[in-house]
C-alpha cells in the first residue's frame, strides 16, 4: 500500500505496515468523550495502526475531507453533527471508506439507519480491544479490495455503475443534481428538409451516474424521482425562456411526473410553455399503475400539451396505449429501426405502424437512425419524421441537422 508493497511487513492482525515500522493504515477515531477517544486511540496505535482523533462530526468531516482514512470508527450519538451525517459527508468525497458504529445507547431504529446507510459494522460499548481490532482489521481489507478493483477498472467501466448504500447513492445523487443539464436533439421532417422539434434529453456531468437511466434508478431508490422530474422541468423552462426553439419541445415524462401536482399547477414550471411543449410518456411505464391515467391526460391536453409514446415496441404494453392515451404523436423505438434496410421483419412491423398511425391521424416519428440506408428504407415505408445521429447527436442549445 502506499507504493511500498514490497516492502510491507504485517502486525499481528494481518494489517500491513511501513518497511520503518511505520504504520501504513490510517484510522481515524471519532468520539465526544475525549477519554473514550483516547482509549480507542491508544489501542489502534498498539496494534500498527497510524491513528488521528477527532472529538466531534464536524472535525471528523474536516479531517477527513483533507485526506484518505482506511478505517472510520466512530460514536454514532454525537452532537451537532451525528455519525449518520458524518458517513453522508464523508460519501460525498470517498464512496469505500468503511465506516464502523459504536454506541452506548443502542437503538433499533438508528441500527437500521446505519446499515441502510452503508456501515460495515455497529458495535455496542463498552467495546474490548480485540473485538475492535479485529472488525477494523477486516474493514481494512474490505477497503483495499475496493481500492484495488476501482484502480484496475477503466473510467468508463465505472460510469453508471450502482453506488451500494445510501448514503453514497444521497452524495452522487446530489452531485448529479448539481451538474445536470438539458441536451436537445433535433427531429426533422426529410419531405420538407425542415426541423420539426427538438427533443430534451437529460444529461449531468457526475461520472458515476452519465446514463440516464441509472440517474433515474437512483432517484427511484431514494424516494427521488418526483424531485428529480420537477428539477428537470425547471430546466427545461429556462431553455424555453431564455433561448426559445424554432419548433416544439418534446419533454421525458417519468411515471412518477404524472402524478405530481406540480406537472398540472398553474404556476408549474412548464406551464406557460405548454403550447411548444410534447409529453413523451413511455411505453415502458406501467400505465395501469398510474391513478385516473386518462383524466390526467385530459388536463394536460386542457392545458395546451400536446401527448406522444415514447419507445413504441420496445415494452410491453402493445398497442393498449394508444387506447389508454389516444397521443398525437407515436415515436418508434430505435430496436425497430436499426437494420431496418436489411430486415423484413422489422420492414413490415413498421410499415404497419404506419400505416395505423396514418388512419388514427397520428403524427410517427422513427427513432435511433444512424444510416442512410435506414432513412431511405423508412421514407420508402411510408414515414417521414426522423431523429437520430445521422441528423445530429444531443448538444447544448439547438443542434443544426445534417439534412444532406
Not at 398525437?328 to 404497419?352: C, F, T, Y
Request: glycine content about 8%; aromatic content about 6%.
Amino acid at each position: 500500500m502506499q507504493g511500498k508493497a514490497a516492502a510491507a511487513v504485517t502486525n499481528g492482525h494481518g494489517i500491513a505496515t511501513g518497511e520503518n515500522g511505520g504504520a501504513a493504515t490510517e484510522v481515524l477515531v471519532v468520539d465526544d468523550e475525549p477519554v473514550t477517544a483516547r482509549g480507542y486511540a491508544r489501542a489502534l496505535s498498539a496494534a500498527g495502526y497510524k491513528v488521528s482523533v477527532a472529538h466531534d462530526g464536524r472535525e471528523a468531516a474536516a479531517l477527513a475531507k483533507g485526506k484518505p482514512f482506511d478505517v472510520i470508527v466512530s460514536d454514532i450519538a454525537m452532537p451537532d453533527m451525528d455519525g449518520l451525517a458524518l458517513l453522508r459527508t464523508v460519501r460525498e468525497n470517498d464512496l469505500d471508506v468503511p465506516m464502523i458504529f459504536m454506541t452506548g445507547s443502542p437503538a433499533l431504529e438508528s441500527a437500521l439507519q446505519a446499515i441502510e446507510y452503508g456501515a460495515f459494522r455497529y458495535l455496542l460499548k463498552p467495546v474490548a480491544p480485540e473485538a475492535m481490532l479485529e472488525v477494523v482489521a477486516r474493514a481494512v481489507r474490505v477497503h483495499r479490495l475496493a481500492r484495488v478493483r476501482r484502480e484496475a477498472s477503466a473510467v468508463q467501466e465505472l460510469e453508471g455503475k450502482p453506488i451500494g448504500d445510501r448514503a453514497g447513492l444521497e452524495a452522487r445523487f446530489a452531485s448529479a443534481v448539481d451538474k445536470l443539464w438539458v441536451a436537445a436533439q433535433p427531429i426533422v421532417s426529410w419531405s420538407g428538409r425542415r426541423i420539426f422539434a427538438y427533443e430534451t434529453l437529460l444529461r449531468t456531468d457526475e461520472p458515476t451516474l452519465r446514463s440516464p437511466i441509472d440517474f433515474f434508478d437512483t432517484a427511484e431508490r431514494l424516494g427521488k424521482a418526483a424531485e428529480l422530474g420537477r428539477i428537470i422541468r425547471r430546466k427545461v423552462a429556462g431553455l424555453l425562456r431564455d433561448t426559445p426553439p424554432p419548433a416544439h419541445l418534446f419533454v421525458n415524462l417519468h411515471p412518477a411526473d404524472l402524478e405530481d401536482p406540480e406537472l398540472y399547477a398553474e404556476d408549474g414550471a412548464l406551464t406557460p410553455y405548454a403550447s411548444q411543449v410534447v409529453l413523451e410518456i413511455t411505453e415502458r411505464a406501467a400505465l395501469d399503475r398510474i391513478h385516473e391515467l386518462q383524466s390526467r391526460v385530459m388536463r394536460l391536453r386542457a392545458l395546451g400539451y400536446r401527448i406522444a409514446i415514447d419507445d413504441l415496441g420496445a415494452g410491453y404494453a402493445g398497442l393498449t396505449s394508444f387506447a389508454q392515451l389516444e397521443p398525437e404523436v407515436v415515436k418508434v423505438d430505435m430496436s425497430l429501426v436499426r437494420g431496418i434496410d436489411s430486415s423484413a421483419v422489422k420492414q413490415k412491423l413498421v410499415r404497419s405502424i404506419i400505416s395505423l398511425c396514418t388512419e388514427l391521424g397520428i403524427q410517427l416519428v422513427a427513432e435511433g437512425i444512424e444510416t442512410v440506408a435506414e432513412r431511405d428504407m423508412l421514407i420508402l415505408l411510408g414515414g417521414d419524421l426522423c431523429q437520430g445521429y445521422l441528423f445530429a447527436k444531443p448538444g447544448r442549445g439547438y443542434p443544426e441537422p445534417n439534412m444532406a
